[in-house]
T-cell receptor, first 110, second 116 residues
Framework: EDKVVQSPLSLVVHEGDTVTLNCSYE??????LLWYKQEKKAPTFLFML????IEKKSGRLSSILDKKELFSILNITATQTGDSAIYLC??????????FGKGTKLSVIP | EPEVTQTPSHQVTQMGQEVILRCVPI?????FYWYRQILGQKVEFLVS????????KSEIFDDQFSVERPDGSNFTLKIRSTKLEDSAMYFC??????????????FGPGTRLTVL
């Protein structure tokens, strides 16, 4: 059975801190690793990673994939209160179905 | 920016009733998906749909569930006889499967289904 495990499950930081969110996966016929941000309802797409060692960046967010260790991290620098959300990691399998982790709930305190 | 839309945003139904959840995927996308998220739990895959047929389904997607693309724009999820445990947020997603396998899935805002 495919499995995605995220850690920590929750995190409280102060504005300006840098955070690292972790995701390990075991996905049969793995194709890619996706990160989403979930605030109130729908997950919002952040990154899709298919190759090891290539960092993807978008503003203060960055992510990298290690296909040997079956691991990915999501970094957020200079956190803001607007970064407060649940961050979801998902592995995409051969048929492109996504297996999600439970998410990391990030709370950024002013 | 194109987005996935879903209706209704909230559906309340009695146990045993049929419900149809509607989705309009992004117009040039080819793959369509349904996921659900029971309150406080993780997002779970239900079914994927391509070329007018189901390409993959999970154990959750039993005979009570069906999907349909009745026209060129809508994608529906039907639950024939709802159970209390079907109460969840149901998300529709779509992706454009390019030759390189680009499978970014974009999610709709969800329909919250409450079964009484």
């Amino acid at each position: 059975e495919d499995k995605v495990v995220q850690s920590p499950l929750s995190l409280v930081v102060h504005e300006g801190d840098t955070v690292t969110l972790n995701c390990s996966y075991e996905v049969t016929n793995f194709r890619s690793l996706l990160w989403y941000k979930q605030e109130k309802k729908a997950p919002t797409f952040l990154f899709m990673l298919t190759s090891s060692g290539i960092e993807k960046k978008s503003g203060r967010l960055s992510s990298i994939l290690d296909k040997k260790e079956l691991f990915s991290i999501l970094n957020i620098t200079a956190t803001q209160t607007g970064d407060s959300a649940i961050y979801l990691c998902a592995g995409a399998a051969g048929s492109y179905q996504l297996t999600f982790g439970k998410g990391t709930k990030l709370s950024v305190i002013p | 920016e194109p987005e996935v839309t879903q209706t209704p945003s909230h559906q309340v139904t009695q146990m045993g009733q049929e419900v149809i959840l509607r989705c309009v995927p992004i117009s040039n996308h080819l793959y369509f998906y349904w996921y659900r998220q029971i309150l406080g739990q993780k997002v779970e895959f239900l079914v994927s749909f391509y070329n007018n047929e189901i390409s993959e389904k999970s154990e959750i997607f039993d005979d009570q569930f069906s999907v349909e693309r009745p026209d060129g724009s809508n994608f529906t999820l039907k639950i024939r006889s709802t159970k209390l445990e079907d109460s969840a947020m149901y998300f529709c997603a779509s992706s454009a499967r390019l030759a390189g396998g680009n499978n970014e899935q974009f999610f709709g805002p969800g329909t919250r289904l409450t079964v009484l």
